[in-house]
């Protein structure tokens, strides 16, 4: 027998090109199940085998638990028992004595041969793994094996398959079993039945490897695309940059005459791809991606990280593109919220929130209406600006000498206290109720907020808010809103059960 599963170890290994280690763990497993069957059904059973004769012994083992704990006869002892015994085990640890092995015969075998080909697909998955955790990210290629209603199924070669699902596949693709496919190899995902290799040829990713296959500039480093953004089968966009002035990034991509970018168009099914030039600075970038739209000017917005494009209005509807496509992918390719509008409605948005502004400082400060709109000129956005900006800086502005810099910081001063004690008033007079301060997670300060600003007094009034409310309330985040609205909403799911 000994020799036998030697024989069987040798040759499952070299076939399956599995470890050793593996197919004797597997045959030791089979033997304790062989071995299991004369015992209870809970008794734990192990067998070890010597890997270099083949023989093997079988243990029964006993975990030792305390007195309260005891409830499996067949697999545990109490503490008192291995006292009593004499077994030399506390708590926690295990007993085991050597019992008669099962032969390694034909119903072993068989326990065995299950076992094995379980641990030999493991290890497969496991060796897979290991050798595509370098490809994530990159470009594979492969042949379809199999074609089911949610996914493709890709033979990569060396008993490694990947799965291409549909909502990864261009629009309108077609594959047929035995098709080549070349795809981006997007994760490896953990699922039920192990690791999984899964491909993409919508990801933007997959773009950038291929121009990175035709552009020998870009593997070389000489160039870099440093974003893209994709609708796929449709339209792209691409930001390159150079690392060598010598050489042009736009033409480099596209190649003598276009030969560059139709290779990676016709991959990707006949998407058009825009190459445009990538530059540090956000509002030249923003101007570059909406080509060939052109622009007239951008206001941007550092706080809500957005930028206000405006264009001539017969440019508008290029500038946006067909179904938003234009002003999407170019919002994808820089980062930025992009709002796009004529230039006539942008400079009506900025006279309407001058004029706010203005209103806010001939009101709070008690100038008129040519000071305040100077001060919004020199970009004064809010009295707390005027109050603590440094002296030297306004100093500078045309026409501010030191007694005026110094009466606007003091009126600016005042007007923010009023406006902080007006605050603790409203505060005061709010009065939650007693199940809105004692709710977890509340705390008396935030119930006095709530209650002033946006009128919530009960638990019930907070149950019926949503997240998007919530957030009106300074310094509230996303995930404490639905903490807090969960929490309110608990009686209701109460009731209905």
Not at 120 to 130: D, G, I, T
Not at 328 to 357: C, F, I, P, Y
Not at 426 to 435: E, G, H, V, W, Y
Not at 448 to 456: E, F, N
Request: glycine letters at 4%.
């Amino acid at each position: 027998m000994s020799k036998e599963i030697l024989l069987v170890v040798e040759a499952v290994s070299n076939e399956k090109d599995v470890s050793k280690q593996v197919i004797f763990e597997a045959v030791e497993i089979a033997l304790a199940s062989a071995a299991k069957r004369r015992f209870e059904d809970n008794a734990l059973i192990r067998v070890s085998i010597d890997q270099r004769t083949g023989d093997y012994k079988t243990y029964r083992q006993w975990n030792i638990v305390a007195d309260e704990d005891y409830s499996d006869p067949a697999a545990e002892l109490t503490i008192d028992d291995s006292e009593e015994q004499n077994l030399g085990v506390g708590i926690g640890e295990v007993y085991e004595e050597e019992v008669e092995s099962e032969t390694f015969g034909r119903i072993a075998a068989q326990a065995a041969k299950q076992v094995i080909v379980q641990k030999v697909r493991e290890a497969e998955r496991a060796k897979m793994v290991a050798l595509y955790a370098q490809k994530v990210g990159k470009l594979v290629h492969g042949q379809v094996k199999k074609v089911t209603r949610d996914s493709l199924i890709v033979d990569l070669g060396e008993n490694a398959e990947a799965s291409l699902p549909k909502d990864q596949l261009i629009a309108r693709e077609s594959f047929r079993m035995n098709d080549r496919i070349r795809a981006l190899l997007l994760e490896i995902r953990d699922d039920s039945r192990g690791a999984q290799l899964v491909l993409s040829r919508t990801a933007p990713e997959f773009m950038i490897e291929l121009f990175r296959l035709e552009v020998p500039e870009i593997a070389e480093e000489m160039l870099e695309i440093r974003s893209a953004s994709r609708d796929p089968g449709l339209r792209a966009k691409i930001a390159v940059k150079t690392n060598d002035r010598r050489i042009d990034p736009i033409g480099a991509c596209v190649g003598m005459r276009g030969a560059r970018v139709q290779a990676v168009s016709n991959e990707l099914s006949g998407e058009r791809v825009d190459i445009v030039l990538w530059d540090d600075n956000p509002a030249q970038l923003v101007i570059n991606a909406m080509a060939p739209a052109e622009v007239d000017s951008i206001v941007i917005d550092e706080d809500a990280h957005s930028m206000d494009v405006a264009v001539k209005s017969d440019n508008l509807a290029q500038a946006i593109g067909r179904n938003g496509q234009n002003v999407r992918l170019a919002s994808a390719l820089t980062g930025w919220t992009l709002n796009v509008m004529t230039s006539e409605d942008a400079e009506a948005k900025q006279r309407e929130e001058s004029q706010k502004l203005i209103d806010i400082f001939v009101s709070g400060l008690d100038i008129d209406d040519d000071l305040a709109m100077q001060m919004v000129e020199e970009g004064f956005t809010s009295l707390e600006e005027v109050a603590y900006i440094p002296m030297e800086e306004m100093l500078e502005i045309d026409g501010f000498d030191e007694d005026l810099v110094n009466e606007l910081r003091s009126r600016a001063k005042e007007a923010l206290l009023n406006k902080a004690l007006q605050a603790e008033e409203q505060l005061d007079d709010a009065k939650p109720a007693a199940d809105l301060l004692e709710m977890e997670g509340m705390d008396n300060h935030l119930a006095l907020v709530l209650a002033s600003t946006i009128g919530v007094i009960t638990m019930e009034d907070l149950a019926e808010q949503s997240v998007d409310e919530l957030l009106e309330v300074e310094g509230m985040t996303e995930e404490r809103a639905a903490s807090l609205i969960l929490t309110a909403r608990a009686p209701w799911f109460a009731k209905s059960e």
